[in-house]
């Protein structure tokens, strides 16, 4: 029997987890809203945090008609899981470093005389609290030389093609899962870091802790848009879900996969490594909507 103390402290990280699983989406008062016509618009929360995930729907009578909507001046998809239901969902992604403010989420549709109607529901984000990691180093492990930098660069020209281009259609089924088998628990996301008073990029990925060579799963079904090494994130594989829907997987010791490859929901896709800037072993999983940088355990642990 171990002393109290110790089995107390045991159960600490799992229990931190759960807590921090918790208050992450920083999310209070999902918003209904009563439009002409008889449509009713939901969206998850009315208060929300930077980098997390809104799922909105719209209600309408018996049939629907043609619905466009965005937020903030974005075009958000809107699809139906089933052709009979009178149900549209749609995803909002928040970018982490989305300025706070009050956003709107506008529908559009024709009306019975062919005017648009229109009907609004405004979400609040606030400022994400995010660790702030403040770290004195000798310029060398900071600056990466000429060519490493154009590396870089050329591998975020990359990512930012495959982020422009939205995919007209709903590649996945179902819910989304965790790319590793029994580990649940990631952290790290949003995590700012400030390396000798020089701001750089937020951590915008959910890094789990694994040994190399633990297979990674495919969150959902998709396509293989990218699947090679890369500077910073080594050897990567990134997803596309349609409707402009990313997952990527990063610092992999192998690839299994090739571009243009569809993928089964939950099937492996590569193993866990160190590969690129990493102090050790683990797996980054990344989710991107429309550009936006999301907590990827959110899509996981809600049902769109
Ligand atoms: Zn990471």
């Known amino acids: 029997m171990l002393p109290l103390l110790i089995r107390k402290l045991l ?48 209600l309408g009578p018996a049939t629907l008609p043609a619905f466009s909507s965005d937020w903030d001046g974005r075009a958000i ?29 506008k529908v559009s549709w024709p009306g019975p005389d062919g005017d648009a109607l229109t009907c609004s529901v405004f979400v609040t984000v606030r400022a994400g ?11 060398q492990f900071v600056q990466p030389d000429p060519e490493q930098q154009k590396r870089a660069e050329e591998d975020q020209k990359k990512m930012s093609a495959i982020y422009d281009t939205v995919t007209p259609e709903r590649l996945w089924d179902g819910k989304f899962r965790l790319p590793l088998k029994g580990v649940t628990t990631g952290g790290n996301f949003g995590r700012r870091r400030i390396l000798n008073g020089e701001a750089r990029s937020p951590h915008a990925g959910v890094d789990f802790p694994a040994a190399a060579g633990t297979p990674v799963f495919t969150s959902q079904t998709g396509k293989v848009v990218l699947a090679e090494e890369l500077f910073y994130s080594g050897n990567t594989v990134v997803v596309d879900h349609g409707y402009g829907i990313y997952t990527l997987y990063a610092h992999l010791s192998e690839i299994g ?5 569809m993928v089964k929901a939950g099937a492996e896709i590569g193993k866990v490594g160190a590969t690129g800037r990493v102090t050790g072993p683990h797996l980054h999983w990344g989710l991107t909507i429309d550009h936006a940088r999301v907590n990827a355990m959110e899509i996981a642990q809600r049902q769109p």
């Not at 996969?257 to 490859?261: N, Q």
């Open 77 to 105: 998809p809107l699809w139906s899981e089933d052709e009979k239901s009178a149900t549209l969902h749609g995803l909002i992604g928040v970018d982490l470093e989305k300025p706070p403010g009050r956003y709107e989420w």
């Open 257 to 261: 996969v090739h571009p243009g490859e």
């Open 11 to 58: 159960f600490l990280p799992p229990l931190l987890g759960l807590l921090l699983a918790l208050a992450s989406p920083q999310a209070s008062g999902q918003i209904r809203k009563s439009c002409p016509g008889g449509i009713v618009l939901t969206v998850s929360a009315g208060v929300t945090g930077q980098g997390s995930l809104l799922l909105t729907k719209v």
């Open 129 to 139: 609290k995010f660790p702030t990691e403040r770290l004195k180093v000798e310029k």
